[in-house]
């Protein structure tokens, strides 16, 4: 597991953010138990209560249950769910920046659109 | 668990003021930072609250209680300093026996630990090196069963490798018995994640008490062309100033203007607990 922190967010939020993006790529399938909060507090050497506050969040976003006695799991629908947030925010995380960016450039619309074409005729997607 | 509470300490030594009017309280089972620079009066604070030198005013409280002079409030309060004050021939184990008599001792646990160091319980703490001295110390003092634990320059030579292993054996035990302990360290990165609340000394006054994360939520790094950023921080107190050229970098700690738009060019940036602190504590400027 591979974990970063910066100073770009709080870092309850930073946690619960990598640990969603590996329930999203998989790592962590549905149904599979993550780490606890003592595991990650002494594997990452961060404050319990802070780890506890991350795991609480994907807990209300329905991306985590608990389970009495045995610990955090994936729950069911995670990974949709996520994907359903991230299209939400996808114009707002992605699209925006890149016009912003463009314009910087110069680059026009109908050029920005050929480009993005060309990224879907070449790219792995 | 009871609340540890300090109320209007202040200590002169002669003419020099050390402390100056000190309140603040702890709550049971969190992990506190003491910071101050060198001089700011932590250690004096950490021997008066744990009743080894006197207050000329103030209180210190565990609950209701006044601390001083108090067998049973004592007991529950735990002081890991530099100072020695051990008989040169006294082994770890005997250490643990005495404190085990006032506190109660762990010493299955403490084992566990001082392996982990190279250590084990037949070690004269006057023999060993300056590192292994302070790993002796701490297996020590996270081995005693006090509510309120603090730890006075916890990574006195001790070199990287045993201080990752000290952070954590400090979260594995928290965690397996949640108490209190209070960190009084310079090498403010390497434990910045693991504090829940900060209390930052200054010149004989606290100048900051809260969570972590709410003072780092307000402390910024303003870098731009000097006079946007003179525009966009007007008012605001800048901590600390510097300049390349024409970019002009400055520190504040304190909530931004919601209404004030960042200029094109202006670039924010948080800190972290240590550029916090530096600009904060920073006499003079640059």
Redesign the interface.
Known sequence: MQFEFDQSAPLYQQLADQLAEMIFTGLFAEGEQVPSTTQLSQELQINPATVLKGMNQLVDEQLLEKKRGRGMFVRAGAQERLTTKRREDFYHDYVVSLVAEAKKLGIEEAHLLDLIKRGYDHGQV | MDKFKVRGISKRYGKKRVLDNLSFELEPA??YGLLGRNGAGKTTLLNIITDRIFANSGQVLLGDATVAGNRAALAQIYLMSEADLVAKHTKFSELATVLDATYGFDFTEARRMLAGFDLDDQAVLAKLSTGLKTAAKLVLALNVRANYVFLDEPTLGLDANHR?LF??EL??T??ARPRTFVISTHLINEVQ????GVIILDDSKIIKDQPV?DL??NAYEISGPAAKVDEYTAGLTVLTSRQLGKIKTVTVVEPLPDQRVIPDQVKL????LQHTFTALTNKGGN
């Open positions: 969190k992990i990752e952070y954590q979260m594995k928290y965690e994640q693991l504090l829940e994360a780092l939520a940036a948080h800190l972290d």
